[in-house]
């Protein structure tokens, strides 16, 4: 069986809607105010978003050893048949070859499931994460009279006093020091998954 490699998970976040040039322009006239904020930055570098990758990198390693463990079973099964090859009947070691063959099969879905706990444990925990960002957003947003934000990457330019980004982690870091990843609800909802593409 091939050798386990570990989860790479990879942090993306979704542009807001693109600030046009010409719109940027007209907002002095108006009178209107524009936040702007680094949500790369607020998904990675609050206190809330680094606990949830502690818990995450944790889980991976237990999952890890788990996986290890099963690798080294089926290591020694295949040992010992190997051993037992001249002395078993044919049909007795094609038994025992066919047992080892859904035991492969059994840790090959094990680390499916494993991975897809991960991802869905990750994907929710983030999303829980952005909403908490997105409350802290709209309250700044709100107090500062903001007629509206924008992420960074969604504005071509914009000068330094509408940067709102360190409030954000300020104000997230106040409010939640940790969000919780909760590894039971990610796994039934891999389970009802995998039980809904089985029907």
Do not use: C
């Not at 995450?56 to 690798?71: F, H, L, N, P, W």
């Not at 037992?84 to 090959?108: M, N, P, R, W």
């Not at 897809?116 to 009279?145: T, Y």
């Amino acid at each position: 069986m091939k050798t386990i490699t570990k989860t790479v998970m990879v942090l993306g976040v979704t542009a807001m809607t693109a600030l046009s040039l010409p719109a940027f322009a007209a907002a002095p006239m108006s009178g209107q105010t524009f936040g702007v904020v680094d949500m790369n930055r607020v998904l990675q570098t609050t206190d809330a978003a680094k606990s949830i990758f502690k818990q995450m990198d944790a889980k991976r390693k237990s999952y890890q050893a788990e996986i290890a463990r099963e690798e080294d079973k089926i290591r020694s099964s295949e040992e010992a048949l190997e051993k037992q090859k001249d002395t078993l009947s044919k049909s007795a070691f094609e038994d025992k070859q066919k047992g080892i063959e859904e035991q492969v099969i059994s840790g090959q879905k094990m680390v499916q499931d494993r991975r897809q706990i991960l991802d869905q444990a990750f994907s929710n925990a983030m999303n829980e994460l952005r909403h908490s960002a997105a409350q802290i957003v709209a309250h700044i947003a709100k107090e500062k009279h903001y007629s509206a934000v924008f992420t960074d990457d969604a504005v071509m330019m914009s000068t330094p006093d509408m940067d709102m980004t360190d409030a954000v982690i300020k104000q997230m870091n106040e409010k939640d020091r940790s969000i919780r990843v909760d590894w039971k609800k990610a796994a039934e909802a891999v389970s009802a998954a995998a039980s809904a593409g089985g029907k």
